[in-house]
């Protein structure tokens, strides 16, 4: 099966106005950059009023691929008639979303498998599009997958798709297989102008979606606990790159295709293990709701009955896979009070955790839910008063964090099962903090 995937522009419905998009038929600059490889088609001649811009074209083992003259105008031709129905305000609210998609199969019968996520109103309401028309198409014995969007604010949000370009802490990646010493010198040579340098190389001329660097802990392969932080650079195009595990796993695809060494899992062990635990806020436990003036404040009694059933549900579905999840989490997790908003929250290892560390107390045995301002604060360990401080300002992002918005430097969004997670790296683990947009009873 061949994979096309793509967005429908409208130059008749821009709206030109600096930093707005329209409704519909438009793209935002942040958009373009979702990939290096788009290609535009146009039919001047039937359909000059709409121009098929192609995101992703590629076969199922994911080999390049360029659509046939017969898809291109199967798709340019199905989007014209959404077009003439927005026109003519003929496309149905998104309660009879059905109808619509009966009628379109119904005018275009090679069109299969066909599904909407929702109709989107425009301005005036009654001129409305779908944020995007998913279907399959015969093309003469080739089956083509084909999505095409409307809506650049879905667009952004649903295109899922993405490429990582990779700049290494040093030159030659297997330079990395050397003592302490000689690694510390060789990612002295890796500047910032050089990395810089490198970004513009590899990117050339195409902007990118993302630019941000991952620390990595490097282990000398001889010494045992001797370590130094290494800066990997990525270069994202696509929203949905900017995730932890694509970005873990990345790099680890760098390395495999720039070196054989057979030891890496030893140079870096977070990066070929599931280092991580996962902190679940108890965002549906509010004492005090907010008002005008003053925020949500979270309630300090929580029913025992119900931690390990919501913890079940909330954390990544592969901690499942390795243990008997109901007893690994009557050992292992832990409820904690944090300061920021009265709000308590679970806490638990992955089981496959390096060194067997899963539970939060052998960490942080300090740990204490005292504010910043407090003298008590001081009786924490230096290594507990970092973590607390990032773990109160993941809290506050994770409060209001969407699939969609923004993410606070130091932060990246990750999608497990369908729920959305902030997670940072600290003290060599990385922590996804569940959004309360994905929290549920």
């Known amino acids: 099966m061949n994979i096309l995937k793509g967005f429908i522009t409208i130059p008749e419905l821009a709206n030109n106005l600096a930093g707005q998009t329209a409704i519909f038929g438009e793209l935002s600059q942040y958009s373009r950059t979702f990939s290096r490889s788009q290609q535009q088609y146009v039919d001047t001649g039937l359909h000059p009023s709409i121009e098929l811009e192609a995101f992703t074209s590629i076969t199922d083992t994911g080999a390049a691929y360029t659509p046939s003259v017969g898809v291109r105008a199967h798709v340019l031709a199905v989007a014209a008639w959404i077009y003439d129905q927005h026109l003519a305000a003929s496309i149905p609210s998104n309660t009879n979303k059905a109808t619509f998609i009966n009628t379109l199969g119904t005018t275009f019968p090679t069109m299969t498998g066909i599904s909407i996520n929702a109709i989107v109103n425009g301005n005036p309401l009654s001129h409305r599009m779908p944020d995007y028309v998913d279907w399959t198409y015969d093309d003469g014995g080739a089956v083509v997958r084909i999505k095409i969007w409307f809506s650049d604010a879905s667009f952004r949000t649903q295109y899922d798709d993405y490429e990582i370009l990779v ?18 010198l060789l990612l002295v040579l890796k500047t910032a102008s050089v990395v810089i340098d490198e970004i513009a190389v590899l990117a050339g001329t195409n902007p990118y979606t993302t630019l941000r660097t991952q620390t990595v802990t490097w282990n000398d392969p001889v010494v045992s606990g001797a370590t130094l932080p290494t800066g990997w650079t990525l ?207």
Do not use: C
């Not at 330079?175 to 000689?182: E, S």
């Not at 680890?252 to 030893?266: D, Q, V």
């Not at 025992?304 to 390795?322: E, N, R």
């Not at 970092?386 to 130091?410: M, Q, W």
């Open 167 to 184: 700049v290494p802490p040093v030159s030659t990646i297997n330079d990395l297989n050397n003592p302490t010493a000689t690694v510390a």
């Open 235 to 441: 270069i994202i195009y696509g929203a949905a790159g900017n995730d932890a595990d694509a970005i873990k796993n990345a790099i680890r695809e760098y390395i495999s295709t720039h070196s054989a060494l057979p030891n890496w899992s030893t140079l870096y062990p977070t990066l070929y293990a599931d280092n991580e635990f996962t902190i679940i806020p108890m965002w549906g436990d509010v004492a005090v709701a907010p008002t005008t003036l003053d925020p949500t404040l979270y309630a300090s009694a929580i029913r025992v009955g119900k931690l390990i059933t919501v913890a079940a549900a909330m954390i990544p579905g592969t901690y499942a896979q390795s243990v008997v999840i109901s007893s690994y989490l009557n050992a292992q997790l832990y409820i904690a009070s944090a300061f920021f908003r009265s709000l308590q929250f679970m806490v638990v290892g992955n089981p496959n955790n390096v060194g067997a560390t899963y539970n939060f107390d052998m960490l942080y045995p300090d740990y204490m839910d005292v504010p910043t301002t407090s003298a008590d604060f001081a009786r924490m360990s230096n290594n507990t008063q970092l973590f607390v401080v990032k773990l109160n300002a993941a809290l506050d992002a994770a409060r209001t964090l969407t699939s969609i918005s923004s993410i606070p430097v130091g932060f990246t969004r990750s999608i497990r099962n369908n729920r959305v997670f902030l997670s940072f790296d600290f003290g060599g683990f990385t922590y996804l903090v569940l959004a309360a947009v994905s929290y549920s009873e």
